[in-house]
């Protein structure tokens, strides 16, 4: 039997139905109407959404950004936004920025501006109002971060300001204990804060830190540390509760995030070496070089 051959147009049609069933969509959904894409809001409509909606970290990170571009895009549309224009706005935050002793040309500031964009920009995708191609904040590019300046305090450095904390200041027992514990841990303000008793490994000299990004690390400590962070726990009413705040701190005199941030200043009028130090988080370059300098 010999084959009819296919018209053009029969050919064309089952191409069509060959493509379709590969794409996964039958032909009645093509007449259906398109989804009715949400209109696009201003970045002073959409900003509270994105506040409402981040953690108290990214809050607190990226809020003077957001108002900053409040105040400069307020009632343009987000999808009014080029990235020249967002390289613009970089540029003109950098040169009106605070100047501060350890500035770096205005690169931190310009990271944080466009990541506080980013996140907004992400968020307005996910909510349906921008496609991913369409985010003009992922087509330009964060500066490059540069060596940090950091560094360790010399021994002898680190000595006097161990026995001006140790010596002065409203509670000079708990300044010293978390001058200790920021030198053999090179912890974060916040790992501080977070400390209870049930973070106390004294089988391991081992202590847990939850630190900045939801992380949690076990970190060696010395025995004397162990014993003194044990004995402050107890004196200070947080041996009750394995989960109680040691911080260290206690149940009752505890150390907030405004104590432990002031245990420097202090300091400076009792060293003879003043220095903007502004969190007890100096001591040494790595946790190892922390402990190295302690003495059991």
């Known amino acids: 039997m010999t084959a009819v051959p296919m018209s053009g147009r029969d050919a064309d049609l089952d191409a069509a139905r060959l493509l379709l069933s590969r794409l996964g969509v039958s032909p009645e959904e093509l007449l259906q109407s398109p989804a009715v894409r949400p209109a696009v809001p201003t970045f002073r409509e959409y900003l509270p959404v994105v506040r ?126 978390l001058l200790r514990l920021h030198t053999e841990t090179a912890c974060r303000r916040g790992g501080a804060l977070a400390l209870r008793p049930v973070d106390l490994d004294e089988e391991q000299c081992l202590v847990r830190l939850r630190e900045k990004g939801e992380t949690e690390r076990w970190q060696p400590v010395s025995p004397t540390l162990m014993q003194y962070l044990q004995q402050h726990a107890h004196e200070r009413g947080a041996s009750g509760r394995r989960d109680a705040p040691t911080s260290p701190t206690g149940g009752g005199s505890g150390t907030t995030g405004g104590s432990a941030a002031s245990t420097s200043r202090p300091r400076r009028r009792s060293s003879s070496w003043p220095s903007p130090l502004e969190q007890p988080r100096w001591s040494a370059a790595t946790p190892a070089a922390a402990a190295a300098r302690v003495n059991t």
């Open 52 to 177: 409402a909606a981040v953690g108290a970290g990214t809050l607190r990170a990226y809020s003077s950004y957001w108002n900053r571009i409040e105040e400069q895009w307020g009632e343009r549309r987000m999808d009014d936004v080029k990235a020249s224009d967002i390289s613009g706005l970089v540029e003109f935050v950098k040169a009106n920025r605070v100047l501060r002793r350890n500035a770096r040309s205005g690169r931190g500031t310009a990271e944080n501006l466009i990541a506080a964009l980013r996140c907004a920009y992400n968020h307005a995708v996910a909510d349906g109002y921008l496609t991913k191609d369409e985010n003009p904040a992922l087509k330009v590019p964060k500066p490059r971060r540069l060596p940090s300046t950091r560094g360790a305090l010399a021994d002898a450095k680190l000595a006097e300001l161990n026995a001006a904390a140790a010596s002065s200041g409203n509670d000079p027992e708990l300044d010293a204990l």
